[in-house]
């Protein structure tokens, strides 16, 4: 039985990062957006205050402890229940990490905070920040990724332009497309010379593979989302299925994979994967699980994602 952590999760499958190392500095769900896309599900605390959400040295200790006991990733990212450049310290993690291993280190970050100079500081020490832009004016930020109020579109891009001029590492870009909000030719275009501007290493499109918060939260389909990736800048690539390369040293049992579904939905396919199981001992966990009323499943785009329910622990996934 593995070391259950509070603010550590996996390593789970990722479809940037292969397996995971995630740590999560927001309690579920703080946000500064509530997107409808979002897999979390709605925002329960929408705000644009940069706090101690959860307790610093703690999870200072539990990085300690993995590095030492397990310490076997492909990745370690800041990700989790919210936005983690909301947490007041969540430069100090990353320095902590980079002195210790080195494994990299990713921050997923919608983006939002980068207008301030102390978060882009913070987030430069990172190798890889993979930030988001799936609007190209006020008011399709509104509706797509309803951020706090009083929060402005201008904020979002010079943020995210000036972080560009002042980090090294790799920049990723993520756009979430949603069919008939943001994927018409003419509005594609707009966000990507906004997308263009920014400079990114890399531009990755995305859609609902994964239930979304809001059922009005729709796919574009793949044909669509090709022939839309020719307009970005560099040319978008669209984020493949995860493919693990070799899950076979990661432990599971039935509570590593509650863990992990506690994070994220998953198939059964996508579980298997990370953890290097065949599909019949998959299936006989989420047999388990679901008979124990700590798991249920539901069918989306053909395939069948099982999720944690609310009781089995702390309600959250792994946002990529
Ligand atoms: S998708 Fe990310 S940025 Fe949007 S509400 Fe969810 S956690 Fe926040």
Not at 124 to 135: E, F, G, M, N, R
Request: aromatic share 8%.
């Amino acid at each position: 039985m593995t070391r259950s952590y509070k603010h550590l999760f996996g390593p789970v499958p990722s479809r940037r990062f292969g397996r995971s190392l995630g740590i999560d500095l927001t309690p579920f769900k703080i946000c500064s957006y509530d997107c409808v896309f979002c897999q979390l599900g709605r925002t329960t605390r929408l705000t644009l205050a940069r706090e101690n959400f959860v307790d610093l040295d703690e999870t200072l200790s539990e990085i300690e402890h993995w590095l030492k006991n397990d310490g076997k990733a492909d990745q370690i990212t800041l990700a989790g229940s919210g936005e983690p450049t909301l947490h007041a310290g969540f430069g100090e993690v990353i320095s902590f990490v980079k002195a210790r291993t080195r494994i990299p280190v990713a921050v997923l970050t919608n983006g939002s905070m980068l207008y301030l100079p102390e978060v882009r500081k913070a987030a430069a020490q990172a190798d890889i920040v993979k930030i988001s832009l799936s609007a190209w004016d006020q008011e399709s930020l509104e509706k797509i990724n309803r951020p706090a109020p009083g929060y402005r579109f201008e904020q979002l891009i010079e943020g995210e332009k000036q972080f560009r001029n002042e980090f090294s590492g790799k920049l990723w870009i993520e756009v979430f497309m949603l069919d008939g909000i943001n994927s018409t030719p003419a509005e594609v275009a707009k966000i990507a010379a906004f997308v263009r501007q920014i400079r990114p290493d890399r531009v990755q499109l995305n859609t609902c593979v994964r239930p979304p918060a809001e059922e009005s939260a729709r796919a574009v389909p793949e044909k669509s989302l090709r022939e839309l990736a020719t307009v970005f800048e560099p040319a978008a690539e669209i984020i493949a299925e995860y493919r693990a390369a070799d899950g076979g040293e990661v432990k599971v049992n039935e509570q590593a994979i509650l863990e992990m579904l506690q994070r994220r939905p998953c198939t059964a396919d996508q579980i298997a994967e990370v953890f290097g199981m065949h599909l019949n001992e998959v299936s006989k966990y989420l047999g388990m699980l679901t008979r124990s009323d700590l798991v249920t499943a539901t069918h989306r785009n053909n395939d069948v994602y099982y999720f944690a329910r609310k009781n089995s622990g702390r309600a959250a996934c792994l946002k990529e």
